[in-house]
């Protein structure tokens, strides 16, 4: 085989876009070493057309091992010369992969030819062993890699970057912008990496914040326009609103603020700064299915405040109750004034008395119709059933409960009832209590008195609805029931309510009783005494005249 | 081997002192390299050229018969060009040779002349005659121009040589006087190398000729 010599000449490498076009062009022109025979002198480095030859190519990293080899079956053309691309040859079973495997990663390659003339497979001589060079200067007008570029120096761009296809722009480092940042699209910063601006952030668009926004440092945060929240809205500190505030949809004051009743700093909603406190609007007009306030507790509504009309009213037990008693006292108060009217000769004066009672009791009648009907608006109602007031114990350290009947001395109250000025009962759970006490102590020294309505009160033995209650015994705080009956005068001022249920229980019952309000069966005393004071006066007159008739015989 | 060429040149001059005819001769030799490579390949496109050719010989007769001896010293100058397309190159050779030659001839046909040319009293006339001749000749000076490249073949053992030549001729001698004539002559031969190339080389080169000549000669007196 003739020694041939192989001038290659190699062109820039170039990789375009697809891994079907990646390779490395490869120019030779092969010349005869072993020159032209002519007369006289040879011709020496006579390039050789037409040969058919096998070049093999083979690319080795710096630790000496093949990352690609192939072969190309070739001959020179007219001028000798082979044109060939690397990469594109037929790959050998040496090569560990394909041209597009090759990782370019800046470490040195060396390229070995290796030349094998004819067409079979004849020895491959090694030709040349070149180390693979980068280009140091590169001048282009248009650079396409479909690889990735590696820059270890600074790279300075003197027009503009276009990264296109959508392909992301990774930075491992800082980016720093000197001049402005326009972005058509969406900023992310993801990995929950944070976004640091020392300066002001203006937004002219709509900012979603997917996350929360946390605002450090105790900076305050300045909204010019509306703050419009979809969600919950959490804030671990203060709230200090300086205008108006409206909340159009439900808000849910739930504080963890527990402590004692007379500590401003244990309610949750405090409303002060005003010489007013709670203005309540409810739509349309008030009734007593609208409630302005309802108390709950663990076991349900506890009471309200709702609203009264005049239908309201009307139909409310206890005006009608009231309406039913003057009813009767009226009655009564017109069956005493005919009766002193009848006996007007006789006795005058019980006449004027009876008339002075019946302008009384109507004065009295239409005073409470004209103050219910103008005070109608709202009717706090509850499940407590009575007014109560804070009566201190006469002595505070005496055990007394509720439903216990106690009596009132000097304000004070005690288990002992003989001598009382007054008989009451301890109330539960009264509806309005008043002469709330000023501290904790007299708070822990004083009971909650029922000065009206329904209270339950500890009655020994049975009960029917309708009977007096009267202390027990004076000292034991329990009461027993007297039907109306049974009652005596000497126990009208010991009467300390009417059972309004029963108690059927022979030894304790815990009977609702109807406190402060004024009974009618004096009248029945006062009526029989009037009768037997008519009688006695008509006995009186009629005495008188027989004297007289004695006298003129 | 050159020294020796020189001493029969020399022994022939001095022998031409004493011929009976003296001749120079001019014409155009029409030269054909015969090459083969090493493996015995001619060359492609290797044509020949015409180049000059010079000489001067004297003739000798032969105990009065139409046969002579015949020597003489010449400078022929043979040339070749090729060129090979496929390589793009351009050969050409130009090769001037100093030779002698000797051998004999035979006149013929003589028109109006008497047999005997050393006739004194002859009349104008015409003699055919052939010859035959050996020699050797040897380069004077040679050119080879690959391209555009000049090589002096002076010191190439192709050619730097000396060749044995084998010539043949025919020609046509007109006795204008008795002692001048002029002589037409036409000389086929062929130089070949006898010698082994002392570096090895298995090529082959010689030289094929045609030569067209004219002459002038003079008789010269014969001496009894």
């Known amino acids: 085989m003739k020694r041939v010599l192989l001038l290659s000449v190699f062109i820039m490498a170039f990789f375009r876009l697809s891994g079907q076009y990646q390779g490395i062009a490869y120019q030779a022109v092969l010349f005869d070493e072993n020159s032209r025979e002519i007369p006289g002198v040879d011709v020496i480095g006579n390039y050789i057309p037409s040969q058919a030859m096998t070049m093999r190519f083979s690319i080795i990293n710096e630790n000496g091992i093949i990352e690609y080899q192939e072969e190309h079956q070739t001959s020179t053309d007219k001028f000798g010369m082979i044109n060939l691309i690397i990469g594109w040859g037929i790959i050998t079973l040496a090569s560990p992969g394909t041209f597009s495997d090759i990782d370019w990663d800046g470490s040195p390659k060396d390229l070995r030819v290796e030349i094998a003339l004819g067409n079979g497979s004849g020895v491959f001589d090694e030709f040349s062993y070149e180390k693979l060079l980068f280009v140091p200067y590169a001048f282009h007008r248009n650079i396409t890699a479909t690889g990735s570029m590696i820059i270890d120096g600074p790279s300075t761009l003197r027009s503009s970057l276009d990264v296109l296809n959508g392909s992301p722009t990774n930075l491992t480092g800082n980016l720093n912008v000197d001049g402005f940042s326009d972005l058509n699209g969406s900023l992310n910063v993801n990995n929950g990496s944070p976004t640091n601006l020392t300066g002001n952030l203006n937004v002219d668009g ?24 979809s969600l919950l809205t959490t804030l671990n500190s203060n709230l200090s609103v300086n205008a108006v505030s409206n909340f159009n949809g439900q808000v849910t004051i739930d504080a963890d603020v527990n402590g004692t009743d007379d500590q401003y700093s244990s309610y949750p909603l405090r409303v002060q700064g005003s010489n007013q406190g709670i203005g309540i609007i409810v739509d349309g007009s008030r009734d007593n299915t609208n409630n302005f306030i309802t108390f709950w507790d663990s ?21 009608i109750y009231d309406q039913a008693l003057y009813a009767a006292q009226t009655l009564v108060q017109a069956a005493n004034l005919v009766t002193a009217l009848a006996a007007i000769a006789v006795d005058p004066g019980n006449a004027i008395i009876e008339g002075a009672n019946s302008v009384a009791l109507a004065a009295e009648i239409a005073g409470y119709n004209i103050f219910a009907f103008q005070n109608l608006g709202v009717t706090y109602e509850s499940g407590s059933g009575d007014y109560a007031e804070w009566l201190p114990r006469l002595d505070p350290d005496e055990k007394i409960i509720f439903g216990q009947i106690v009596g009132v001395y000097g304000g004070k109250i005690t ?118 004071i008519a009688s006695l006066n008509n006995s009186i007159h009629a005495l008188k005249e027989e004297n007289e008739l004695l006298k003129n015989r | 081997m050159k020294k020796l060429f020189y001493l029969i040149t020399l022994s022939f001059l001095s022998v031409s002192l004493h011929a009976q005819q003296f001749n120079f001769e001019f014409g155009k030799t029409i030269s054909k390299f015969d090459y083969k490579n090493s493996e015995g390949l001619r060359l492609e496109n290797l044509n020949g050229n015409t180049e000059n050719h010079l000489a001067l010989g004297f003739k000798q007769p032969i ?48 028109l109006d002349y008497q047999r005997n040319y050393r006739n004194v009293n002859s009349e104008e006339a015409f003699t055919f005659y052939i010859q035959l001749n050996t020699g050797a000749e040897m380069l004077v000076q040679g050119n080879q121009t690959i ?30 006087t008795r002692t001048v004539f002029v002589f037409a002559q036409y000389t086929g031969g062929k130089s070949f190398s006898v010698f082994k190339s002392n570096s090895g080389d298995t090529e082959k080169l010689n030289f094929i000729t045609h030569t067209i000549s004219l002459g002038i000669g003079i008789n010269l007196p014969v001496h009894k």
Do not use: H
């Not at chain 1, 929360?212 to 509306?226: K, Y």
């Not at chain 1, 008043?434 to 020294?445: A, Q």
């Not at chain 2, 090729?82 to 002698?100: H, I, P, Q, R, T």
């Open chain 1, 206 to 229: 709509i900012s979603d914040l997917n996350g929360s926004l946390n605002v450090n440092n105790g900076n305050p945060t300045f909204l010019t326009g509306n703050l419009t929240v």
């Open chain 2, 63 to 110: 105990k009065r018969s139409d046969f002579y001896y015949l020597a003489g010293l010449f400078y022929n100058k043979y040339g070749a060009i090729s060129s090979d397309y496929n390589a793009g190159n351009y050969y050409k050779w130009e090769v001037n040779y100093l030779g002698f030659n000797i051998g004999f001839g035979y006149e013929f046909l003589k």
């Open chain 1, 299 to 319: 076991q349900g509504i506890q009471g309200r405040i709702e609203g009264q009309t005049d239908a309201d009213l009307l139909n409310d037990p206890e005006y």
């Open chain 2, 147 to 176: 391209n555009n490249q000049v090589i002096n073949l002076k010191g190439v053992e192709q050619f730097d040589k000396p060749l044995i030549l084998g010539l043949g001729s025919i020609g046509v001698n007109y006795y204008a």
């Open chain 1, 415 to 532: 288990k002992k009832t003989d001598g009382a000025e007054m008989l009451m009962v301890v109330s539960k759970s009264p509806i309005v209590l008043g002469n709330m006490p000023k501290d904790s102590i007299s708070r822990k020294n004083s009971e909650k008195v029922g000065f009206l309505g329904q209270v339950p009160v500890w009655i020994i033995g049975k009960v029917k609805t309708g009977d007096y209650i009267i202390p027990f015994k004076s000292g034991s705080g329990f009461g027993r029931a007297i039907a109306s009956k049974d009652l005596t005068i000497d126990m009208m001022d010991k009467i300390v309510g009417i059972a309004w249920s029963d108690g059927n229980n022979e030894f304790v019952n815990l009977v609702n009783t109807l406190v402060g309000v004024k009974n009618n069966d004096w009248i029945k005393f006062i009526k029989s005494d009037k009768e037997k």
